[in-house]
Every structure is written in structure tokens, then in C-alpha cells.
């Protein structure tokens, strides 16, 4: 079973609308990433997140893009103003160390549909 | 910029078979690997890594192998079983040290 729970599993949105996706981890960890898959490709790094900051973020992560913990437990990905090449799939990925040093777990995903 | 790939697509393979998946990366400076299965429907499932320092280790049915002098990465399953199926990648930690960089993955179909 994953560590993390995503929610919701399917969103679909209207383009130009802004799309919140949560990331529900069971136990504590102190990095968190999201990453996106857009259908048939390969899994792409967006941002990673430590101490309540983020720590790397990719070119893909621009300020269309934000991150945040509101609650000390929830991991939120907000994205404003969504455009149809924003359809993929979300995973968020927890960590208990540095990267070199555990590997990252993933939620099974958020399917993001941009009409 | 830097890159992981894989040399094949799809890989079909009868049960009880041996499966070897191949990955390719181009930073000389990477020291960390990964491979992850991903089944229909779900996110990257962790299965084994390993660090530059090795260039072998073995979890349960499964052995990645590194060869560092050509750059090259391998999974190898034993006695694969239908549950096997899925696409495999293998990542790499990038250079700033917080992210994964992702191959394209190989496809596993395993036939009875």
C-alpha cells in the first residue's frame, strides 16, 4: 500500500479554471515532491519541498505552479489558470532523507483533464 | 542536458523466464539509481537501488546491476510472473540532488 493518498483520483476542469490536488501522507516525512506524468511519457520532476520551503523546482514549475503545507499535514499543488497541456497525471512522492539517501514513494496519482 | 534511457520499448517474456531491463544514463557524476514498477493506474512503486560504491545488489527475485565504465544500468527479474507486468524505469538522482530524472520506461509483458 502507498504512504501517501492523493485526492481526488480524477479531476477534470475547465481550462483557465485553478485545480488544487492533495497529498495526504500516512506517516510523517520530511521531503515532499510532485512529479507529473503526461499520457505515454515519462515521469517528470516538478518541485521539492523541505522545512516548509521548497528546496528545487524544475523549468516545468513556473509561476503558474504553487506549493504548501496549509496544515503541517496536507501537501497542496495549486495550479492557476490551467491550460489543456496541463493534462497528465500528479503523483506526489514522499521522503524520509535526502534524496541520495532514501527513495522517494509515490501516491498512485491525480489524473488532471483540462477541456 | 543530462538523460536516462532505455534501449528497449517493450520486452515479452513466458512466465518463469528470466526478464533483463536495460537503462542508459549520461551523467558520469550520478550516484544514485533507482527502479521503480508502474502498474496500470498507479503511481511508481519502489522495487531496488543502488549507489556508484556497488555494482551489484540483489532484493527478492530481482538484481540491478551497474557498470559504471559504460554508463549502464539493469534489472534483472527471476522466474518472472504474470504479476511482473508493468512499465519499468530507472531514474537517477540529477545533479541538484533533490530530484529524480526519469528514463522512458520499458514495458513488461510476461505470457503464461
Known amino acids: 500500500e502507498p504512504e501517501v493518498t492523493q485526492t481526488p483520483s480524477h479531476q477534470v476542469t475547465q481550462m483557465g479554471q485553478e485545480v488544487i490536488l492533495r497529498c495526504v501522507p500516512i506517516s510523517n516525512h520530511l521531503y515532499f515532491y510532485w512529479y507529473r506524468q503526461i499520457l505515454g511519457q515519462k515521469v517528470e520532476f516538478l518541485v521539492s519541498?523541505?522545512?516548509?520551503?521548497?528546496?528545487?523546482k524544475s523549468e516545468i514549475f513556473d509561476d503558474q505552479f504553487s506549493v504548501e503545507r496549509p496544515d503541517g499535514s496536507n501537501f497542496t499543488l495549486k495550479i492557476r489558470s490551467t491550460k489543456l497541456e496541463d493534462s497528465a497525471m500528479y503523483f506526489c512522492a514522499l521522503g524520509e532523507g535526502g534524496i541520495s539517501n532514501q527513495p522517494q514513494h509515490f501516491g498512485d496519482g491525480t489524473r488532471l483533464s483540462i477541456l | 542536458g543530462e538523460s536516462v534511457g532505455l534501449h528497449l520499448p517493450t520486452l515479452s517474456v513466458q512466465e518463469g523466464d528470466n526478464s533483463i531491463i536495460n537503462c542508459a544514463y549520461s551523467?558520469?557524476?550520478?550516484?544514485?539509481f533507482i527502479w521503480y514498477k508502474q502498474e496500470s493506474g498507479k503511481g511508481p512503486q519502489f522495487i531496488i537501488d543502488?549507489?556508484?560504491?556497488?555494482d551489484k545488489r540483489q532484493g527478492q527475485r530481482v538484481t540491478v546491476l551497474l557498470n559504471k565504465t559504460v554508463k549502464h544500468l539493469s534489472l534483472q527479474i527471476a522466474a518472472t510472473q504474470p504479476g511482473d507486468s508493468a512499465v519499468y524505469f530507472c531514474a537517477e538522482v540529477d545533479s541538484s540532488g533533490y530530484a529524480l530524472n526519469f528514463g522512458k520506461g520499458t514495458s513488461l509483458l510476461v505470457t503464461p
Open positions: 519541498f523541505y522545512n516548509n520551503e521548497i528546496s528545487e
Open positions: 551523467n558520469s557524476a550520478s550516484d544514485y
Open positions: 543502488i549507489r556508484s560504491n556497488m
